[in-house]
């Protein structure tokens, strides 16, 4: 059972475009959500990370929106490059011990 | 810095056989490791949990006599898969992370095994 549902599950944006992936939890006592970037054959890399007391973290081109009383919370990708296509993963942890991942999506940045 | 590595990064051995893998933290010391599988196309499975000096901590479902963990020191895990089969083919990723400066896990670059 997937404690984190993400979507979707493939996108395709052209260049300089916005990539939005989201996800959602159930666990109200979840107090970290990273976000991975994956290519292929390799492991993933942290890319961003936010806790619940904000709602929004901004890193680069990376920017984190989190809404607790939602449960959900997503990854923008702004100006999206080529470089930029990839598997990107959600998860979530409790008292930053165990990832529970969502279920990746894939990114095409189009030229 | 957080750099983990794992050797090998990929193996292809006879059904029957055992397979180690390594999983280093670099530049840091990992109080907790993780092992995860991930088949191809999908998410990543959590396999087990090892903290340094003590006996790993299986995920329901992973049988803990078929992949041997030991975390025998702060920079050092490694699994091994006994008598491998076509079935655990799969890449094998282990993640590190110090309790100590934050939690964050840094990830491996990954071992594709491949059983014959």
């Known amino acids: 059972q997937q404690q984190v549902k993400q979507s979707p599950q493939s996108l395709i944006v052209q260049k300089g475009g916005i990539s939005i992936i989201n996800c959602a939890y159930e666990?109200?006592?979840?107090?970290?959500f990273p976000w991975y970037q994956q290519f292929p054959g390799k492991g993933p890399a942290l890319l961003i990370a936010i806790r619940p007391d904000v709602s929004e973290k901004k890193e680069g081109r990376f920017t984190i929106s989190f809404n607790k009383s939602a449960k959900q919370f997503s990854l923008h990708i702004m100006d999206s490059q080529p470089g930029d296509s990839a598997t990107y993963f959600c998860?979530?942890?409790?008292?930053?011990?165990?990832?529970?991942f969502g279920a990746g999506t894939t990114v095409t940045v189009r030229a | 810095g957080a750099v983990v590595s794992q050797h090998p990064s990929w193996v292809i051995c006879k059904s029957g056989t055992s397979v180690k893998i390594e999983c280093r933290s670099l530049?840091?010391?990992?109080?907790?490791m993780f092992w995860y599988r991930q088949f191809p196309k999908q998410s990543l499975m959590l396999m087990a949990t090892?903290?340094?000096?003590?006996?790993?901590?299986?995920e329901q479902g992973v049988e803990k006599d078929k992949f041997l963990i030991n975390h025998a020191s702060l920079t050092l895990s490694t699994l091994t898969v006994t008598s491998a089969h076509p079935e655990d083919s799969s890449f094998y990723i282990c993640s590190a992370s110090d309790r100590g400066r934050g939690d964050t896990q840094y990830f491996g670059p990954g071992t594709r095994l491949t059983v014959l």
């Open positions: 530049d840091f010391q990992a109080t907790t």
């Open positions: 998860a979530a942890s409790e008292n930053d011990y165990k990832l529970s």
């Open positions: 090892s903290n340094e000096g003590s006996k790993a901590t299986y």
């Open positions: 666990n109200t006592a979840f107090d970290y």
